[in-house]
C-alpha cells in the first residue's frame, strides 16, 4: 500500500518555462511534507518543505503547495533551469511519528531542455 | 567542512557473504538512517537509530542488522539472508531526534552488486 505516490515518472520542461511536480498521500496523519532533488549515484538533497498548517512555502524559484482536502502537493519551478534535470522525491511524515520515519514517493524525473 | 560519509561508494560481494557498509556523520545529529534504493523506485527505511545504543526495524529490516555504539557512526550489515541485496544504499541523519520539522540529510550512497 504506497501511502506517497508520484504519478508522472518523468516530466520534459523547456529551459525558462514552468516545472510541476506533483505528489498524492493517502495517510491522513501525515503533517510535513518534503522534495527532495537526486542526481544519480548521490544522496538526496533536501529542497523544500511545508508544514500541514500553511498552504505555500517559497524558496527562490521553488514553491511547494499543499492541498490538505484532496491530500495533494505540488512542487513549482520556476523559470526551470538545464541543472534542475534530475530525479525529485516527494516525501511525508507525521508529528507523532517520535522517529520521524520518512515515506518516500517513488521520484519523478525531470528533464529541463535548452 | 561537516556532512554524511558513507563508504565505500561501490561494493561488491559474494553470495553467502555478509559485508558492512559505512556510514559516519560530523553533524552531531543525534537521529541517522538507512534506506535502500532500487532501479525506478523510492526509498524504503530499513533500520533507524534516534540515540545511541538503541535502533528501530524500519519497512524492510530483513536480512539486515545495525548498530550504533557512537553517536557519529551507524553501520548496516547486509547478511546472506538478505535474499535481494543489490541496490543503492542511502544513510541519513537529523539534527534533534523527536522534532518533527527537521530535514533529513543524506549521505551520496553505497551501490551494492553481488558477484
Known amino acids: 500500500d504506497q501511502q506517497v505516490k508520484q504519478n508522472s515518472p518523468s516530466l520534459s520542461v523547456q529551459e525558462g518555462r514552468i516545472s510541476i511536480l506533483n505528489c498524492d498521500y493517502t495517510n491522513s496523519m501525515f503533517d510535513y511534507f518534503l522534495w527532495y532533488k537526486k542526481y544519480p549515484a548521490e544522496g538526496p538533497t533536501f529542497l523544500i518543505s511545508i508544514s500541514s498548517i500553511k498552504d505555500k512555502n517559497e524558496d527562490g524559484r521553488f514553491t511547494v503547495f499543499l492541498n490538505k482536502s484532496a491530500k495533494h502537493l505540488s512542487l513549482h519551478i520556476v523559470p526551470s533551469q538545464p541543472g534542475d534535470s534530475a530525479v525529485y522525491f516527494c516525501a511525508a511524515t507525521s508529528s507523532d511519528n517520535a522517529g520521524n520515519m520518512l515515506t518516500f514517493g517513488g521520484g519523478t524525473r525531470l528533464m529541463v531542455k535548452p | 567542512d561537516g556532512g554524511i560519509t558513507q563508504s565505500p561508494k561501490y561494493l561488491f560481494r559474494k553470495e553467502g557473504q555478509n559485508v558492512t557498509l559505512s556510514c559516519e556523520q560530523n553533524l552531531n545529529h543525534d537521529a541517522m538512517y538507512w534506506y535502500r534504493q532500487d532501479p525506478g523506485q523510492g526509498l524504503r527505511l530499513i533500520y533507524y537509530?534516534?540515540?545511541?545504543?538503541?535502533?528501530q526495524k524500519g519497512d524492510i529490516a530483513e536480512g539486515y542488522s545495525v548498530s550504533r555504539e557512537k553517536k557519529e557512526s551507524f553501520p548496516l550489515t547486509v547478511t546472506s539472508a538478505q535474499k535481494n541485496p543489490t541496490a543503492f544504499y542511502l544513510c541519513?541523519?537529523?539534527?534533534?531526534?523527536?522534532?518533527?520539522?527537521?530535514?533529513?540529510?543524506f549521505g551520496d550512497g553505497t551501490r551494492l552488486s553481488i558477484l
Open positions: 537509530s534516534q540515540i545511541v545504543n538503541d535502533f
Open positions: 541519513a541523519s537529523r539534527p534533534h531526534s523527536g522534532r518533527t520539522n527537521q530535514p533529513q540529510h
